[in-house]
């Protein structure tokens, strides 16, 4: 907020500066604390890329695009191209499947429900997101697969010509795919975009709604014209925000992805596929000297991505919604 | 319409008997027709619910829609189909997760399941034998030092954010908004990195808590800001127009005032870290046996335990790991009910508004 330097305009503030020892003190540290957000980024992008400075060396820019992953000593080519793919292939169609569903729970919640039921729904909603992962791969490969497997099967055998639910080779199954997996990710940000879409739902101006209401439009008109056009951009963060989640998802894909260095562009029902946290977790038990750093160098590439991502998420969601700045 | 409360006597709607009846039966009937195709057809569920139930429904709304509101009412209808149907499915995916880990785990809990280790035990023994104390305990130690470690750190982060003046403050807020999206695989290879870096090699319980407190610090510092800034600024003001010097304004006043607000804080950042498995699998070694002391030899948790069990792949060791889950679940709601009952309370958090 720019001052005006005219003097009459000047409000006093209250305790502008720390004074007494203790309250310096109190200063100084709660400062030192709050600058630890930075140094802790810092360190994690310091030590991350020492470790994975020989891998980079290396491997050259080949590492971000090729698809040969080999430990054996003297060839050591360590390529993440397919993995690199295949994360933004299951985000995307995670983000894809997630955020209609979630906006429809964020609507339902914050106009259609009745107050008590919609304080049980949005409980129900935050139980959803402290499931941890390793739960929802266990239930993702007992419980889920089977199900998701019937519907990729009908997906294949009556939309088959087209390209996106084609498959090489129909024996192989519809287990551990893309699609799997990319419905495993939007179970785990569902919860983290309707409650974002939620909250910037129900601080919306009910004035300009009753408004709408009053003039005589529909539900959907108030929707279309009304509440969509205040609160895209909080969605959009949102989504983001989801995004950014769904890149890092490991344990759970781990379990229900087939995992392949041969790339998967966009047959999202055929049994291979790629995640690069997952990646790091399945090479990490027995990497060699030379792996190790490489699978570092795939821990800064995700970290980089998803650093990228939720500060623009956090600066369009904190734009939506003012009220959150003192 | 909108979530607030309304009048209870409305004499201006009056109530419309024939649209509430059309409305009822639009909303029953195609269920009814949708189960009946699919048995008389024998169906999978699946395609009944598709090809049968969906298309029905969205005729019978629309036709009801437009039988009182011509083509306002249709979108409408159409609208209310869609929305429900997805909130539907966002809930049956909930239940399904929580109903099949109880089904399938509940068989294999019982009580020396909780308090007994897993030494001598391998993978494929009898459930009548071993448990999850061992893991359990590990759990809550790890727990506890990442606890120890971040809430202080989040804490005054949170009282940075609502106290200082700095130009930085939005700076600050971005980075840890920035650092809560951070992927638990790339905590747990950043303390690994770290450790690598100094050549320190021994992966134990310490080392885990470590690579979980990146993870816990942001929640934390984000729900003690917000439950910070719920003190009203009048109690601040009044402790320092009296005299007091900031730091003991913060705490005799304002901690105290949010002292429920910040007990949520801890349990949230506890909820957000103990399902961790990935940072763990990396920094830690694990084992059968029980072990107290983090600071050396290997450590179990409940995650670990599901993630090592499960990856051996034989029937009994996999049912172990579906009784692990109910354990991890059972933790995490005692957590989940205690923040939810502590903000309940008048003196709480209130909702914002």
Redesign the interface.
């Known amino acids: 907020m720019a001052e005006n330097s005219n003097a009459t305009q000047v409000r006093r ?4 500066k ?1 004074f ?1 020892k ?2 310096k ?3 100084r ?3 030192a ?6 140094v ?2 810092a ?2 992008l310091f ?2 890329f ?3 400075w020989p891998a980079l060396q290396s491997q050259g820019p080949a590492f971000l695009y090729g698809n040969l992953w080999d430990n054996t000593p003297g060839v050591d080519t360590y390529q993440l191209g397919p993995m690199i793919w295949g994360s933004l292939l299951i985000a995307l169609l995670g983000v894809l499947t997630a955020t ?2 979630s906006v ?2 964020a ?9 008590r039921l ?1 304080k049980v ?1 949005t ?6 997101a ?10 993702g ?4 697969t089977p ?1 998701a497997q ?2 990729a099967m ?1 997906l294949n055998k009556y939309l088959g010509w087209f390209p996106l639910f084609s498959v090489d080779n129909i024996d192989q199954g519809f287990t551990s795919s893309p699609f799997i997996a990319g419905w495993i990710v939007a ?1 785990m940000i ?1 919860p983290i975009i ?1 409650s974002v879409t939620r909250e910037i739902f ?1 601080q919306l101006d ?1 004035e300009l ?2 408004g709408a ?1 009053a003039l005589g439009a ?4 108030v ?1 279309r014209r009304v509440i969509i056009p205040t609160s895209s951009s909080g969605i959009i963060g949102g989504v983001l ?1 989801g995004l ?2 769904a ?5 759970a894909i781990f ?1 229900v992805l087939q995992l392949s260095m041969d790339i998967n562009l966009f047959k999202v029902l055929q049994p291979q596929g790629g995640a690069v ?1 997952s990646w ?2 399945s090479r ?1 038990a027995e990497a060699t000297e030379t792996e ?1 750093h490489a ?2 160098a795939a ?1 800064l590439v ?2 980089i991505v ?2 990228i ?3 623009i ?3 369009i969601v ?1 734009r939506s919604q003012p ?1 959150r ?2 | 319409m909108i979530a607030q409360p309304r009048p209870k006597v409305q004499p201006w709607a009056r109530p419309n008997r024939e649209k509430t009846l059309w409305v009822s039966v639009a909303s029953v009937l195609p269920a009814l027709l949708g189960v009946g195709l699919a048995f008389a057809l024998q169906l999978p569920f699946a395609v009944a619910l598709i090809v049968f139930f969906l298309p029905i429904q969205l005729v019978a709304a629309i036709a009801v829609g437009i039988r009182f509101a011509k083509i306002k009412g249709a979108k409408d209808a159409v609208l209310t189909v869609f929305v429900v149907f997805f909130t539907a499915l966002v809930f049956v995916l909930l239940l399904s997760v929580l109903e099949s880990v109880f089904t399938r785990g509940l068989p294999t809990v019982s009580a020396h399941f909780l308090y007994q280790n897993n030494r001598y035990i391998s993978t494929t023994t009898s459930l009548e034998y071993g448990g999850v104390g061992h893991a359990i305990l590990g759990s809550l130690l790890v727990v506890l030092i990442t606890t120890i470690l971040a809430v202080p750190l989040g804490l005054l982060i949170g009282v940075y954010l609502t106290t200082s003046q700095s130009k930085m403050r939005n700076l600050v807020r971005s980075f840890t908004q920035a650092l809560s999206g951070l992927p638990s695989v790339v905590s747990g290879l950043f303390v690994l990195a770290a450790m690598s870096y100094f050549g320190f090699s021994e992966r134990t319980g310490f080392t885990g808590a470590l690579a979980l407190f990146p993870l816990m610090l942001p929640t934390v510092a984000r729900v003690a800001e917000e439950s910070l800034r719920l003190v009203p600024q009048d109690l601040r003001w009044a402790a320092l127009g009296l005299g007091a010097p900031n730091y003991r304004a913060f705490f005799q006043v304002i901690l105290p005032a949010a002292k429920t607000g910040i007990m949520t804080a801890v349990l949230l950042g506890i909820a957000r870290i103990i399902g961790e498995t990935a940072p763990l699998l990396l920094t830690m070694s694990t084992t059968n046996g029980t072990n107290l002391n983090p600071f050396s030899g290997a450590l179990t948790t409940l995650p670990t335990f599901i993630y090592g069990f499960l990856n051996a792949g034989y029937s009994s060791s996999i049912a172990r790991s579906w009784g692990a889950a109910v354990v991890m679940l059972l933790l995490v709601a005692i957590i989940f009910i205690s923040a939810r009952v502590i903000t309940r309370k008048p003196s709480g958090k209130g909702k914002g508004k």
């Not at chain 1, 409980?123 to 959803?128: E, N, P, R, S």
């Open positions: 503030k209250l305790a502008v720390p007494s203790g309250d003190l109190f200063s540290v709660t400062t604390a709050a600058n630890f957000a930075f802790l980024v360190l994690i030590f991350l020492a470790q994975s209609p569903i429809a729970t609507y339902l919640i914050a106009f259609m429900l009745p107050n919609s729904a409980t129900l909603v935050d139980l959803l402290a499931l941890p992962s390793v739960i929802i791969g266990l239930w490969v007992y419980v889920f199900v019937e519907w009908l179970v569902i309707t129900s009910r709604i009753n209401l529909s539900r959907y008109t929707l925000l950014g989640r890149i890092g998802e490991t344990v379990y946290a790091i977790l990490f190790f699978l570092m821990g995700i970290f998803t650093l991502i939720n500060m998420a956090g600066a904190n009220w700045k003192a």
